[in-house]
């Protein structure tokens, strides 16, 4: 939530925060702004309610900013509404100390009270204004520099929060601190970066710092130095990004979510070569032997949004496979309640961004237990990466939409892959399985790249309905998984109320908001299930539902009960969710860009929900 952005260099600053903070606009899009120093002039600040352009148009594409030094934000609006008096960068009174924030100040209210019994005053609503103006108290305070006053400032805070400050007095220097929320950090020659993601900088850098948590760096041109939260210096080791900055781009695809639709059969790929090794999977890479396995008594997956609804999945998988009692939790709820686990569970924090702020205090809170933990990460030195116990790594590349599609589908393997392995140690499946297990596992790239050529008839139907108003997606054991994520993607871009239902439970209430011509779609891959899903199909035609099917190759009897319907190719019925899924995400696309929806950036949404 919110994407930070920094310059210092010799260039001008403002044109390459614009350009930076348009490769964050996933994380907040509400309203933006820039603060620009030229050596020892006073700070510019400009600030524009509404998306990127406005702020662009406002300052010439930033060419009307002079100054070679500078900040900039994109925001999710948390405290106050999306305004531009509530827009960062926010300065305090005399000008001394000017910032940016991303994360939630959670004491703000005390420690603004605090500063207003010492005469400063508010101009917004945002708890950011208030860590700026502490930084500012505890300078004058003790007539300290920067790295104190930030410092004594983080002790005072509560909560998550990146920031980038700028101080009158050090006009050729910036100054960052984290807490829970990411930041990276990248030099090249005599130029230094910073932003929230590694996408906004990659054009200028691929040499970077990942800073740690509780850590503040002092920013010269070309130079970093970090601390630690007691001011002492410490050494951190810069990282080589190896992936392409192309791969952030939208190489030709009209939007980013269709380009990473496509992009699905490289990342499970990638991610099976990645464990796949001579035939049998190697997990050692993610600290993860078969010893260690075999000791585990219970997995329990914590997770949000379309990481749960993996988890979900998972659990059907590891259980029958490896049988293996598995609980999926949403990551908000597990981390407030007092979760029963067992010295021998295994965590599993599944997390695109691994920056999520309830994942990230679930993976802490089982930690703090002495449970292990494993983390199934897509972004590389993510909180959630670093903290966990292991990490196995999902190879998606970065993903920029903000509906996960790609990543999701190579958070699936990783859980397949778990469960092959651990059915494989608890003796659950004989050598032959296991490799027959392992082979259908490498035929699903070609099996994904086959679904996707079906995508014309999928977008002639969404088209067609493109005025739905409300959905439901039906299905039973993991079809309900498939059908969570079909109607979570429907509803977060196309805006189409929808919701997933185990179809053995429509009759208990959910039926009779059925009418003519409902959407519904009925999710049918696994063959056990396949009467009974259809005969809830029949059931809900038969009040007037219009009828989605989705369903394998071969199930042509499906045809007699609805009215369109989708064939994947047939595959081991654990691994359907990967190629079922692929015809839900492009209903939900298709459907949103017929709607004329913003699809990369649907409204009131974040890709990476640091805030809880
Ligand atoms: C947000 C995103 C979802 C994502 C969820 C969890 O809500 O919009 O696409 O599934 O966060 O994110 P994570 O980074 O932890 O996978």
Redesign the pocket.
């Known amino acids: 939530m919110c994407g930070i952005v920094g310059y210092n260099g010799n260039r001008n600053a403002a044109e390459i925060l614009l350009e930076g903070l348009s490769k964050l606009e996933y994380r907040g899009y509400d309203s933006a702004g820039l603060a620009v120093r030229n050596g020892t002039s006073d700070v510019e600040v400009v600030k524009a309610k509404g998306r990127l352009r406005v702020l662009a148009e406002k300052t010439n594409d930033g060419k009307a900013l002079k100054g070679n030094c500078g900040i900039g934000h994109t925001r999710w609006a948390t405290h106050g509404e999306p305004s531009e008096k509530n827009a960062h960068p926010h300065i305090s009174d005399d000008r001394n100390v000017v910032g940016v924030h991303n994360g939630i100040i959670e004491n703000y209210q005390e420690l603004k009270e605090k500063l207003l019994r010492h005469q400063y005053t508010f101009y917004s609503n945002t708890d950011t204004e208030v860590a700026i103006k502490l930084i500012d108290y505890y300078m004058k305070k003790y007539q300290e520099g920067p790295i104190d006053s930030i410092a004594r400032a983080m002790t005072r805070i509560k909560g998550s929060y990146a920031l980038a400050v700028m101080f009158k007095e050090y006009p050729e220097e910036i100054y960052v601190a984290r807490k829970d929320s990411p930041m990276v950090i990248g030099t090249k020659g005599e130029e230094t970066f910073l932003a929230s993601d590694v996408p906004a900088i990659l054009k200028y850098t691929r040499n970077v710092y990942y800073i740690g948590n509780q850590q503040i760096a002092r920013l010269g041109k070309g130079s970093a130095e970090f601390y630690d939260i007691d001011r002492e210096p410490v050494e951190l080791e810069s990282t080589e990004v190896t992936w392409d900055a192309e791969a952030a781009e939208k190489g030709g695809f009209e939007h980013f979510m269709i380009k990473e639709i496509h992009e699905q059969p490289k990342a499970v790929r990638d991610t099976i070569a990645s464990v796949v090794k001579e035939d049998s999977i190697d997990l050692s890479e993610a600290g993860l032997s078969d010893e260690l396995l075999a000791g585990v008594h219970s997995v329990v997956i914590v997770?949000?949004?379309?990481?749960y609804h993996v988890g979900l999945a998972g659990q059907y998988v590891m259980e029958s496979l490896a049988g293996i009692p598995v609980r999926v939790e949403l990551a908000s709820e597990f981390r407030y309640r007092d979760p029963l686990l067992d010295p021998k569970d295994l965590v599993i924090v599944?997390?695109?961004?691994g920056?999520?702020a309830d994942?990230l205090a679930a993976l802490r809170l089982a930690k703090e237990r002495g449970i292990m933990t494993l983390g199934i990460v897509n972004v590389v030195g993510s909180s959630i990466a670093r903290e966990a116990d292991r990490t196995f790594y999902t190879l998606a590349g970065p993903e920029i939409a903000?509906?996960?599609t790609k990543?999701y589908s190579a958070q699936l393997i990783a859980v397949y892959v778990l469960a092959i392995q651990l059915a494989k140690v608890r003796g659950k499946i004989d050598a032959e399985t296991y490799r027959s297990l392992i082979d259908e596992l490498q035929t699903l790239p070609k099996k994904m790249d086959r679904v996707l050529e079906d995508k014309e008839r999928i977008q002639w139907f969404a088209a067609k309905y493109s005025n739905a108003k409300d959905m439901f997606f039906i299905g039973r054991g993991i079809d309900y998984a498939i059908s969570m994520e079909g109607s979570l993607k429907m509803k977060?871009i196309s805006y189409v109320h929808s919701e997933a239902y185990a179809a053995g439970e429509l009759k208990h209430g959910t039926i009779s908001l059925v009418e003519d011509g409902t959407l519904v779609v009925g999710v049918c891959t696994q063959s056990r299930l396949y009467e009974k899903t259809l005969s809830n199909m029949a059931e809900v035609k038969s009040r007037g539902a219009y009828l989605m099917g989705l369903t394998s190759y071969g199930n042509y009897a499906i045809e007699d009960t609805a009215d369109f319907t989708v064939y994947i190719p047939r595959t081991s019925e654990y691994f359907a969710t990967s190629l079922a899924i692929i015809p839900l995400q492009l209903l939900g696309y298709y459907l949103s860009v017929a709607r004329g929806l913003n699809v990369d950036k649907p409204r009131n949404?974040?890709?990476?929900?640091t805030v809880e």
């Open positions: 997770a949000c949004g379309s990481a599944i997390s695109q961004s920056e999520t994942s903000v509906a996960t990543a977060e949404l974040a890709k990476s929900v």
